[in-house]
Nanobody, 115 residues
Framework: QVQLVASGGGLVQAGGSLRLSCVAS????????MGWYRQAPGNQRESVASITSGGNTNYADSVKGRFTISRDNAKNTVYLQMNSLKPEDTAVYYC?????????WGQGTQVTVSS
């Protein structure tokens, strides 16, 4: 069993920055791909960014050039650096991790960007 705990959300003005963190714990052998998703009220959950165990990254078009995903394999942690935030980035952000072919979710952290 793997547990994910996300943190770092908050309220920020448009143009500001936040850094999200997600720490995995439990009976971990080796984590596979990790990623961040978000869900705004009335919308479906969408992928924001992902990173493989080898460091290859992928981003949604809406965040390219503004968000950066990274990971520390020794700490079983994935990060999301969010710069130049926009009101449309407001959502609950969830982290996800693959372990032994199962996908695990964190509890979500609220990001609110005011205009």
């Amino acid at each position: 069993q793997v547990q994910l705990v996300a943190s770092g959300g908050g309220l920020v003005q448009a143009g500001g920055s936040l850094r999200l963190s997600c720490v995995a714990s439990g009976s971990i052998f080796r984590l596979g791909a990790m990623g961040w998703y978000r869900q705004a009220p009335g919308n479906q959950r969408e992928s924001v960014a992902s990173i493989t165990s080898g460091g290859n990254t992928n981003y949604a078009d809406s965040v390219k050039g503004r968000f950066t995903i990274s990971r520390d394999n020794a700490k079983n942690t994935v990060y999301l650096q969010m710069n130049s935030l926009k009101p449309e980035d407001t959502a609950v952000y969830y982290c996800n991790a693959l372990h032994n072919q199962y996908g695990y979710w964190g509890q979500g952290t609220q990001v609110t960007v005011s205009s």
